[in-house]
């Protein structure tokens, strides 16, 4: 079964600090890889994806994440960091071509400190 | 342009009762996807509704049902309530099965067994 692993369940980052947010993920076909956002009381939000193509990715809010097919990484990177990007994080996988679902990692509490 | 809408927005009910949740997708958008995301977990896909047909399951028992309405509107059931139900349930829209295109979620209902 395909499986997505967040290596960080918490990371606390001072504010303008860069951050790395960590995911690895099991495929042996094609995925599209995917990186939502959840804020306090709220449903999730795509942050970026990736279907084919360039390996760095660009999303909102200042994110990117590069896809490295031989490590099986999709990691998410900020340059800098501000308070309003606390919040959870979860990767996401589709688990093969014609699956219609996504398979979340557990998630990564990002906590920016002033 | 509205967005996905979820009702109700919390629920408390009791072992072994039945509830029902409700979900209007995004305007355009035809295909409905449930999930459960317990306490510190990620979501967890039950099942996709499409033409008002289950079209994907996940590993979820039969006291989780479902359905679709011809507005594409969607209702998520679960029978014979167990506490291990509590969790916030999502519901995500996208276009024709089209994960590709990304799913946009509520903010979700927080049901709490007791």
């Known amino acids: 079964a395909q499986s997505v692993t967040q290596l960080d369940s918490q990371v606390p980052v001072f504010e303008e600090a860069p951050v790395e947010l960590r995911c690895n993920y099991s495929s042996s076909v094609s995925v599209y890889l995917f990186w939502y956002v959840q804020y306090p009381n709220q449903g999730l939000q795509l942050l970026l994806k990736?279907?084919?193509?360039?390996?760095l990715v660009k999303g909102i809010n200042g994110f990117e994440a590069e896809f490295n097919k031989s490590q099986t990484s999709f990691h998410l990177r900020k340059p800098s960091v501000h308070i309003s990007d606390t919040a959870e994080y979860f990767c996401a996988v589709r688990p093969g071509q014609g699956a219609q679902k996504l398979v979340f990692g557990q998630g990564t509490r990002l906590t920016i400190n002033p | 342009d509205a967005g996905v809408t979820q009702s109700p927005t919390h629920l408390i009910k009791t072992r072994g009762q039945q509830v029902t949740l409700r979900c209007s997708p995004k305007?355009?958008?035809?295909?409905v996807s449930w999930y459960q995301q317990a306490l510190g977990q990620g979501p967890q896909f039950i099942f996709q509704?499409?033409?008002?047909?289950?079209?994907q399951r996940g590993n979820f028992p039969d006291r989780f049902s479902g359905h679709q309405f011809p507005n594409y509107s969607s209702e998520l059931n679960v029978n014979a309530l167990w506490l291990g139900d509590s969790a916030l349930y999502l519901c995500?829209?996208?276009?024709?099965?089209?994960?590709?295109?990304?799913?946009?979620f509520g903010s979700g209902t927080r049901l709490t067994v007791v």
């Open positions: 990736y279907l084919s193509g360039s390996t």
């Open positions: 995500a829209s996208s276009l024709k099965q089209r994960i590709a295109y990304g799913y946009t």
């Open positions: 305007s355009g958008h035809d295909t």
């Open positions: 509704y499409y033409e008002e047909e289950e079209r």
